[in-house]
């Protein structure tokens, strides 16, 4: 699959690689909507993900699953994976809306997600989506007609380029009132060093008390013989997953957060769905994926 530049074709193959993952995320949460025992419904993803998000999914879930990899190991259940993130990212942003008066939600990058339009959301939220232009003109002309339930502004700039600050203020986002962030899916995508400069920039625009939401692997994750299967696949689309963090809590602590790390299947992170024993921290060796929350500390 080679990357193409075109950012305002409408055909989704003009996605460059990392932004053609988002159909996947479209896809898997289609799936997710028709069954029985769902985590939540998205009853726009599958005209979002279209054909081309299904075939990636068969690609994904022709090497995951609940299947024996080589090693005499199970290979990572993708969809329960995919389910539990958006369902846990779904309270945490419902529980700091409603409960705790936050009233800007930042998605960096907001990819194909339609919290906006499937979830209600309280009087005066204003919801930024940050990311690519040509996926921002994609999911719009797929959600044309379909009002969102909160006060959407779309960002089109590169979370890794030099100026999404500036663009995000001319939004209408305010540094100085509380927000909340969401980094979903993205950062085993950055090198290291890019991961700690986005979260360092996200501080430095955030007002203290505001929250942070993300998910990331640790270093294992990224070389064990049992995750081989999977990330063959996004390395063989042009999108190998670089960076893992074996302390998460140290790494946002660095950047000015105070956060909690969970793994799928602890308490909060499990709804019922995670397939796997969750091993315990101390245990080396283990791949993990963390889910992590927490908020920006005044400054010291």
């Known amino acids: ?10 055909d989704p193959a003009a996605l460059t690689a990392l932004e053609r993952t988002a159909l996947l995320t479209a896809a898997l949460r289609a799936a997710e909507s028709s069954r029985a025992d769902r985590l939540y419904t998205d009853p726009y993803a599958a005209g979002l993900a279209g054909a081309p998000g299904r075939e990636l999914l068969a690609e994904i879930a022709a090497v995951t699953g609940r299947r024996t990899g080589t090693d005499g190991t199970d290979v990572p259940s993708t969809p329960d994976f995919n389910a539990i993130r958006t369902r846990f990212l779904d309270d945490r942003l419902r529980h700091l809306t409603h409960e705790h008066g936050v009233r800007q939600v930042v ?61 995000l203020r001319k939004s209408g986002y305010d540094p100085a009132r509380p927000s909340v962030w969401v980094l979903e899916g993205l950062l085993y995508y950055l090198p290291r060093d890019d991961v700690r400069r986005l979260l ?17 692997v640790n270093t294992a994750a990224l070389t064990l013989p049992h995750m081989k299967p999977l990330l063959s696949v996004f390395e063989g689309w042009g999108t190998p997953w670089v960076s893992g963090f074996d302390e998460p809590e140290a790494l946002f602590d660095a950047c000015g957060y105070t956060v909690t790390a969970l793994q799928p299947g602890d308490e909060g992170a499990d709804f019922g769905r995670w397939p796997d024993p969750v091993p315990p921290r101390h245990v080396p060796g283990e791949g993990r994926v963390f889910f ?7 400054p010291r």
Not at 120 to 136: S, V
């Open 200 to 216: 360092t920039r996200i501080a430095a625009c955030s007002a203290p008390g505001s929250g942070i939401a993300a998910d990331l």
């Open 292 to 298: 992590v929350h927490g908020s920006l500390r005044a």
């Open 1 to 10: 699959m080679t990357p193409r530049e075109n950012p305002t074709a409408a």
């Open 107 to 167: 998605l960096a990058p907001a990819g194909l997600d339609t919290r906006a339009w499937r979830l209600a959301w309280p009087d005066g939220t204003r919801w930024f989506e940050i990311d690519r232009p040509a996926l921002l003109g994609h999911k719009g002309r797929r959600l044309a007609g379909r009002p969102p339930q909160a006060d959407l502004r779309t960002v089109a700039a590169d979370l890794t380029g030099p100026d999404w600050e500036e663009s």
